[in-house]
């Protein structure tokens, strides 16, 4: 027996009309999103059910008109007509229009009348109508419009029973519900046009084929008209010009006027607006002053809990990722599988986590902001600002969110509609200084710009510099791509400021919980495969060490020992002999020096003796070279690298940051004494350790970054190109400022 | 004062209501207007002037930028006979 057909209803509407709230009223906590090839937006799905029948519900993304213009905007069109594969055609679509703003919300419907499907008119936000003196009369609305008309507050539940039983009469009845009437003229050339493309194209797409100047049906369908198609589409609009109707201008204007006839009588509007709280808070939050000070406080109280909340969570996570490592150490034997275990996927898996803390605050926040409507003030006051930079007040937000991490800041990116101002701002947030840049900046500043070596406010006055590179070079990038590879005309910029309302705990939640799985599934495995193949490049060859034994063994037994010994130390308590400490600090040195020199000759130490000589114009050594290749997927893990290396054993970025004196940590000791191979040239010099912070600032070296750029994008294209420009600029501004510094210092 | 003359958007001041009587230029954008409330024939307010600006149409609030602003052609109302 077939399975029974499981009748479906899609949701339609403008943004902030509550068409999620409804979907989530509607479907409770199953659902599951949908993601189409080729496109970045997401459909969700649901089910319900009323009258004992279950339905599939599909919520569609938010949207203005079924006029698309892109191929983002042509998933709601091609899933309502049944055109996206995978995805049955609904039995009905569900319109949900604001009632404080019906002429807008109608404009929709009415395109969603001419679907050919049948129709629902669910009436949202009936209280907040109310309240500012509007009333319909919803009975005369749904005689006047011809489809079911049901009030609700989807927020408050209600209204919901009837809206479930109107779609399950709607599914069952199954009527077409039937839009405006065009001019005559208009009908024609429909008529002659589906001729042409054929029969099994639907009738909307042909409709919207003559209507939509250059929109993406025209794209789609032009090539079905034959050769001389655009031709035979311009001269069709020249006729409908020459009756009286030309495009654009014909669609508002019908649809407008229809709108008019079928809410004649049903809508009452009080004699004069009412003062909403919306305009009293506006008066406030878009003033240019105030507006502006309270935009930076709440920015700064945003930044400032990501890194203070964020903090011992992520110690958390490092300190539980430390304690299993120690413990399958004592469990496993000394070997390549307890290697890429525990210094291959442990890590891996463990310098993914670790971000995740701050992208789940981040999201919270944004969430809070975005549903309770203070985003788009947000974006409207910092407009002027990005525009001038070719973007719009949209990229603010994902930039500034990349100081703390570009991962959510590219994934912020999303709410920006524009592809190339989308593009523009996801291509140079990883310009930004984010935090794991912080220990590397730390660490040179306070070994190579500090006091003796310089005045006091020299190192305070670096750190500034090396943060104001990304916000100078960031914006110079994207003006330079907004000329060149992302040229076209600076789209008009135009958004909705919604009503302000108390933001649902439900939907911050549920952002916070998608960007976290969407972070750690998808970014997490490709960050994970490259933490193992850098382990790899460490670990192998496998060789012997100068005593004939594996180095790994040799390490094993060198820590064992070294364990024996600090449980002596620990027994004999505070009269523990001088010599016993002496003997932990030698076995430590000896236990760094294999750790080193297996480092040297594995596979990654090799490749940085072999690009020295590309390395030597920026003033490093082949042992900066390692650490920087290194750091190519995770930058974070160059302290670590430079600890390997320098034979300080395993320094984390912690002891670093948290050391009250950085310039008097062994690691930075360390540093100060390495001399250029076979002299007694220090290796770093203030140009040099310029030239690394610099380097460090501009390069693009996170593979999760890199991961979510492709996930955006849906290319491997845009990832790659980020990659070789942020790297060649790292490599020029590094040679600049070597070559330069040198002059001077 | 003469109140039957037809000024682009921008000329507006803040706080100043007018309709709106034609929307030209590229069909993408007037059919994006269109579809945002911003026709011939609807009633706005201008809440703050200049680049961007934001206006009221109807009961929604809208922020816009662009050369466009100069292609929206809107005949003042005095406040008084407004909404």
């Given at each position: 027996?077939?399975p029974?057909?499981?009748?479906t209803?899609?949701?339609?509407?403008?943004?902030?009309?509550?068409?999620?709230?409804?979907?989530?009223?509607l479907?409770?906590?199953r659902?599951?999103?949908?993601?189409?090839?080729?496109v970045?937006?997401?459909?969700?799905?649901?089910?319900?059910?009323?009258?004992g029948?279950?339905?599939?519900?599909?919520?569609?993304?938010?949207?203005?008109?079924?006029?698309?213009?892109?191929?983002?905007?042509?998933?709601?069109?091609?899933?309502?007509?049944?055109?996206?594969?995978?995805?049955?055609?609904?039995?009905?679509?569900?319109?949900?229009?604001?009632?404080?703003?019906?002429?807008?919300?109608?404009?929709?419907?009415?395109?969603?009348?001419?679907l050919?499907?049948?129709?629902?008119?669910a009436?949202?936000m009936?209280d907040?109508?109310?309240s500012?003196?509007i009333?319909?009369?919803?009975?005369?609305?749904?005689?006047q419009?011809g489809?079911?008309?049901?009030?609700?507050?989807?927020n408050?539940?209600?209204?919901?029973?009837?809206l479930?039983?109107?779609?399950a009469?709607?599914?069952?009845?199954?009527?077409?519900a039937?839009g405006?009437s065009?001019?005559?003229?208009?009908?024609?050339?429909?008529?002659?046009?589906?001729?042409?493309v054929?029969?099994?194209?639907?009738?909307?797409?042909?409709?919207?084929?003559?209507?939509?100047?250059?929109?993406y049906?025209e794209?789609?369908?032009?090539?079905?008209?034959?050769?001389?198609?655009?031709?035979?589409?311009?001269?069709?609009?020249?006729?409908?010009?020459?009756?009286?109707?030309?495009?654009?201008g014909?669609?508002?204007?019908?649809?407008y006027s229809?709108?008019?006839?079928?809410?004649?009588?049903c809508?009452?509007?009080?004699?004069?607006?009412f003062?909403?709280?919306?305009?009293?808070i506006d008066?406030?939050?878009?003033?240019?002053?105030?507006?502006?000070?309270?935009f930076l406080?709440?920015?700064?109280v945003?930044?400032?809990?990501?890194?203070?909340?964020a903090?011992?969570?992520?110690?958390?996570?490092?300190?539980?990722?430390?304690?299993?490592?120690?413990?399958?150490?004592d469990?496993?034997?000394?070997?390549?599988?307890?290697?890429?275990?525990?210094?291959g996927?442990?890590?891996?898996?463990?310098?993914?986590l670790?971000?995740?803390?701050?992208?789940l605050?981040?999201?919270?926040?944004?969430?809070?902001?975005?549903?309770?409507?203070?985003?788009?003030?947000?974006?409207f006051?910092?407009?002027?600002?990005?525009?001038?930079?070719?973007?719009?007040?949209?990229?603010?937000?994902?930039?500034?969110?990349s100081?703390?991490?570009?991962?959510?800041?590219?994934?912020?990116?999303?709410?920006?509609?524009?592809?190339?101002?989308?593009?523009?701002?996801?291509?140079?947030?990883p310009?930004?200084?984010?935090?794991?840049?912080?220990?590397?900046y730390?660490?040179l500043?306070?070994?190579?710009?500090?006091?003796?070596?310089f005045?006091?406010?020299?190192?305070?006055?670096?750190?500034?510099?090396?943060?104001?590179?990304?916000?100078?070079?960031a914006?110079?990038?994207?003006?330079?791509?907004?000329?060149?590879?992302?040229?076209?005309?600076?789209?008009?910029?135009?958004m909705?400021?919604?009503?302000?309302?108390?933001?649902?705990?439900?939907?911050?939640?549920?952002?916070?919980?998608?960007?976290?799985?969407?972070?750690?599934?998808?970014?997490?495995?490709?960050?994970?495969?490259?933490?193992?193949?850098?382990?790899?490049?460490?670990?192998?060859?496998r060789?012997?060490?100068p005593?004939?034994?594996?180095?790994?063994?040799?390490?094993?037994?060198?820590?064992?020992?070294?364990?024996?010994?600090?449980?002596?130390?620990?027994?004999?308590?505070?009269?523990?002999?001088?010599?016993?400490?002496d003997?932990?600090?030698?076995?430590e040195?000896?236990?760094?020096?294999v750790?080193g020199?297996?480092?040297?000759?594995?596979?990654?130490?090799?490749?940085?003796?072999?690009?020295?000589?590309?390395?030597?114009?920026?003033?490093?050594?082949?042992?900066?070279?390692?650490?920087?290749?290194?750091?190519?997927?995770?930058?974070?893990?160059?302290?670590?690298?430079?600890?390997?290396?320098?034979?300080?054993?395993?320094?984390?970025?912690?002891?670093?940051?948290e050391?009250?004196?950085?310039?008097?940590?062994?690691?930075?000791?360390?540093?100060?004494?390495?001399?250029?191979?076979?002299?007694?040239?220090?290796?770093?010099?203030t140009?040099?350790?310029?030239?690394?912070?610099?380097?460090?600032?501009?390069?693009?070296?996170?593979?999760?970054?890199?991961?979510?750029?492709?996930?955006?994008?849906?290319?491997?294209?845009?990832?790659?190109?980020?990659?070789?420009?942020?790297?060649?600029?790292?490599?020029?501004?590094?040679?600049?400022?070597?070559?330069?510094?040198?002059?001077?210092? | 004062?003469?109140?039957?003359?037809?000024?682009?958007?921008?000329?507006?001041?803040?706080?100043?209501?007018?309709?709106?009587?034609?929307?030209?230029?590229?069909?993408?954008?007037?059919g994006?207007?269109?579809?945002?409330?911003?026709?011939?024939?609807c009633?706005?307010?201008?809440?703050?002037?200049?680049?961007?600006?934001?206006?009221?149409?109807g009961?929604?609030?809208?922020?816009?930028?662009?050369?466009?602003?100069m292609?929206?052609?809107?005949?003042?109302?005095?406040?008084?006979?407004?909404?």
């Amino acid at each position: 027996m077939p399975p029974p057909h499981r009748p479906t209803a899609a949701l339609v509407g403008n943004p902030n009309t509550g068409k999620t709230t409804l979907f989530n009223a509607l479907s409770g906590l199953r659902q599951r999103v949908g993601n189409y090839p080729g496109v970045t937006v997401e459909t969700k799905k649901g089910q319900m059910t009323c009258g004992g029948r279950v339905f599939d519900v599909i919520d569609l993304p938010g949207t203005y008109s079924l006029a698309p213009r892109s191929p983002d905007e042509m998933v709601a069109v091609d899933v309502v007509l049944g055109c996206q594969k995978e995805e049955v055609r609904p039995d009905v679509v569900v319109s949900i229009v604001d009632a404080s703003n019906l002429d807008r919300n109608l404009y929709l419907t009415t395109q969603a009348l001419e679907l050919g499907l049948p129709v629902v008119v669910a009436l949202n936000m009936v209280d907040v109508a109310e309240s500012q003196g509007i009333h319909i009369d919803a009975g005369r609305l749904s005689r006047q419009l011809g489809v079911p008309v049901v009030p609700i507050q989807a927020n408050k539940g209600k209204g919901l029973d009837v809206l479930r039983a109107a779609i399950a009469c709607a599914a069952l009845d199954r009527t077409p519900a039937k839009g405006p009437s065009f001019p005559e003229a208009f009908e024609r050339e429909v008529g002659a046009l589906r001729e042409t493309v054929g029969a099994d194209t639907p009738n909307f797409l042909v409709r919207r084929l003559l209507l939509d100047v250059g929109g993406y049906t025209e794209k789609r369908l032009v090539d079905r008209l034959g050769p001389g198609g655009a031709e035979t589409l311009k001269a069709a609009r020249g006729r409908m010009a020459a009756a009286g109707c030309p495009t654009p201008g014909v669609e508002a204007r019908t649809r407008y006027s229809w709108i008019r006839e079928a809410t004649a009588g049903c809508v009452q509007r009080p004699a004069k607006r009412f003062v909403t709280w919306t305009d009293r808070i506006d008066k406030v939050l878009t003033h240019k002053l105030w507006g502006t000070l309270v935009f930076l406080a709440l920015m700064f109280v945003v930044f400032q809990s990501i890194f203070t909340w964020a903090k011992p969570l992520m110690d958390g996570i490092d300190y539980g990722k430390d304690v299993l490592a120690d413990w399958l150490r004592d469990l496993m034997p000394a070997g390549p599988l307890t290697s890429l275990l525990l210094d291959g996927v442990l890590k891996g898996v463990g310098s993914v986590l670790v971000f995740l803390p701050q992208i789940l605050i981040l999201f919270g926040f944004i969430a809070i902001l975005e549903d309770c409507g203070y985003m788009a003030r947000a974006a409207f006051l910092m407009d002027k600002l990005m525009s001038r930079c070719g973007l719009s007040g949209k990229s603010f937000i994902p930039m500034l969110s990349s100081v703390a991490c570009a991962v959510p800041g590219i994934m912020a990116a999303r709410v920006i509609e524009n592809r190339r101002d989308r593009l523009a701002t996801i291509l140079t947030a990883p310009l930004m200084s984010c935090s794991a840049r912080l220990p590397v900046y730390v660490l040179l500043i306070g070994a190579f710009m500090s006091p003796p070596r310089f005045s006091w406010w020299v190192s305070g006055l670096t750190m500034f510099l090396m943060y104001s590179i990304g916000l100078v070079v960031a914006p110079i990038v994207a003006l330079t791509l907004k000329r060149t590879l992302l040229r076209g005309e600076t789209p008009a910029f135009v958004m909705e400021m919604p009503l302000y309302k108390i933001p649902s705990v439900r939907t911050v939640l549920r952002r916070m919980y998608d960007s976290g799985m969407a972070f750690v599934v998808r970014a997490g495995t490709l960050i994970l495969a490259s933490m193992v193949l850098v382990w790899a490049l460490l670990y192998f060859p496998r060789a012997e060490g100068p005593n004939g034994q594996l180095y790994d063994v040799h390490l094993a037994h060198l820590e064992d020992e070294l364990k024996d010994l600090q449980k002596q130390k620990e027994a004999a308590g505070d009269g523990a002999p001088s010599e016993l400490t002496d003997a932990i600090e030698a076995k430590e040195k000896e236990a760094n020096a294999v750790q080193g020199e297996w480092q040297r000759q594995s596979l990654l130490g090799r490749a940085g003796l072999a690009i020295e000589p590309a390395v030597r114009p920026l003033g490093w050594d082949w042992k900066i070279g390692v650490a920087a290749l290194a750091s190519f997927p995770a930058r974070e893990v160059v302290v670590g690298t430079l600890g390997v290396i320098y034979n300080e054993g395993k320094v984390k970025s912690d002891d670093v940051m948290e050391a009250e004196n950085v310039g008097e940590t062994r690691l930075a000791r360390a540093m100060q004494d390495a001399k250029w191979e076979g002299t007694d040239r220090p290796v770093f010099t203030t140009p040099t350790a310029l030239s690394l912070m610099v380097f460090f600032a501009l390069c693009c070296q996170c593979a999760s970054t890199l991961a979510v750029i492709r996930r955006e994008t849906l290319s491997w294209g845009w990832p790659a190109f980020t990659f070789v420009y942020m790297t060649v600029l790292a490599y020029i501004g590094a040679l600049a400022v070597y070559q330069i510094g040198r002059l001077f210092l | 004062m003469a109140l039957d003359h037809l000024l682009p958007l921008e000329m507006l001041q803040a706080g100043e209501w007018a309709d709106v009587e034609d929307v030209s230029g590229e069909p993408e954008w007037v059919g994006r207007m269109a579809e945002l409330g911003v026709r011939s024939g609807c009633r706005l307010q201008v809440l703050q002037p200049g680049s961007p600006c934001l206006l009221q149409v109807g009961g929604c609030r809208l922020c816009l930028r662009g050369a466009c602003l100069m292609q929206i052609l809107v005949r003042p109302v005095t406040a008084a006979a407004a909404w």
